[in-house]
Each structure stands twice: as structure tokens, then as C-alpha cells.
């Protein structure tokens, strides 16, 4: 029991770091999505130019497609609607243009948003996560290796505070050189606690 009280706090920071890098992900793809679908509503107005200018040339059509049948002077009468035409579907080009720049702005703030807080999850947090990760599975191999609890013992004594190591024994150094089995034992416990591992398997 007091070996799992030992780890409870390594592993309950362990927990509440990735709940928080996870909450902080998430926060960032909904603003992005957010400031995306705000900046698309400016496209309303290009969606409403396309419509207009693409209905008034289809009218246009159809209208000199009628006059086109009349005898004689069809063919004179239809040469303003068919330009008609031809202005409408320019207003409906640039209408779709608008409609492209706003979606590219949308995208490109959308992304823009996000660079920063997945950059710091990539080059801040994913790579202490692997090297937990690469340090607790090689503890966890020498915990289970012969002579793993005295490469343990030694990483304690290289990399765990002072505080601690006196803790266990006030000449902890000369302890462990003596090879005295609770001191080698404690120190290892030591260290696989420090990264939220059993000290037994």
C-alpha cells in the first residue's frame, strides 16, 4: 500500500498533465474551427453576387433564345442580351472569386491559429513524453534483470534529490558501496517510484 501512495502522486501528475495537454488540444481545434466558420460568413455576400449574376444571365439567355426566333430582326435584337448575358455571368465569376478569397482566408487563419498550441504539444510535450516513456520501460526491464536493482540503486544516487536519498540512510553512498541489500533495495525502490513504477513486481 505505501508502495502505491509512493507513486500515486508521480502517476496522478502523469494523468493530469495529458487530461490537460488533450483539454488544450481541443480547445485549440474548436477556435480554429470557430474563426473559421466566423471568417466563411463573409462569403455571403459573394454567394448572394454569384446567384444574382447567374440567374439574370440565364433569363437573359432565355429571353434572346425568344427574340432569336423572331422573323427578320431576331438575330439584331439579341446581340444587347447575349452581352447582358456575358455581364451577368462576369458579376457571377467575381461573386465565386469572393467566395475563394474568403475561403482561403478562412483556411489559412484557421491554421494559423493552430500552429502555435500544437507546436508547443510537439516540441515541448510529446518529446518529455517519449523520454518518460523510454526511461520508465528500460527501469521496468532492470527491474526484472539480476543485477537491475543495483544499476536502479545508482540512478538513484545520480539523479534523486539529496533530501531523499538521506532519507533512507545518512551515509547512503557508503551504504550502497558496502552493498548493504535495504539500502540497494530502497534505492531502487526510489527510482521506479520517481517514474511512477512499482517497486515490485
Known amino acids: ?30 477556435m480554429a474551427l470557430w474563426v473559421h466558420d ?13 446567384g444574382a449574376g447567374t440567374g439574370m444571365a440565364d433569363n437573359l439567355d432565355s429571353i434572346s433564345g425568344t427574340i432569336d426566333r423572331v422573323p427578320v430582326v431576331g438575330d439584331d435584337l439579341t446581340s444587347p442580351f447575349e452581352k447582358a448575358a456575358d ?3 462576369s458579376l457571377a465569376d467575381a461573386g465565386q472569386q469572393q467566395q475563394d478569397l474568403v475561403d482561403n482566408l478562412a483556411l489559412a487563419l484557421s491554421l494559423g491559429l493552430l500552429v502555435f498550441p500544437l507546436g508547443i504539444v510537439l516540441l515541448v510535450w510529446l518529446p518529455l513524453r517519449v523520454r518518460w516513456m523510454r526511461r520508465a520501460g528500460a527501469a521496468a526491464a532492470l527491474r526484472s534483470a539480476p543485477a537491475g536493482r543495483d544499476l536502479l540503486a545508482l540512478r538513484a544516487l545520480a539523479n534523486q534529490p539529496l533530501r531523499k536519498l538521506t532519507r533512507i540512510d545518512p551515509d547512503v553512498a557508503e551504504a550502497w558501496r558496502r552493498g548493504d541489500d535495504s ?9 521506479l517510484r520517481a517514474l511512477g513504477l512499482r517497486a515490485r513486481t
Request: glycine share 4%; net charge positive; aromatic share 6%.
Open 38 to 50: 466566423l471568417v466563411q460568413k463573409l462569403a455571403i455576400p459573394g454567394q448572394k453576387l454569384e
Open 1 to 30: 500500500m505505501k508502495i502505491y501512495a509512493d507513486r500515486a502522486p508521480t502517476i496522478a501528475r502523469q494523468i493530469l498533465t495529458d487530461l490537460l495537454v488533450v483539454a488544450w488540444v481541443y480547445a485549440a481545434i474548436r
Open 183 to 191: 539500502t540497494v533495495d530502497a534505492l531502487a525502490g526510489l527510482e
Open 87 to 89: 455581364a451577368a455571368r
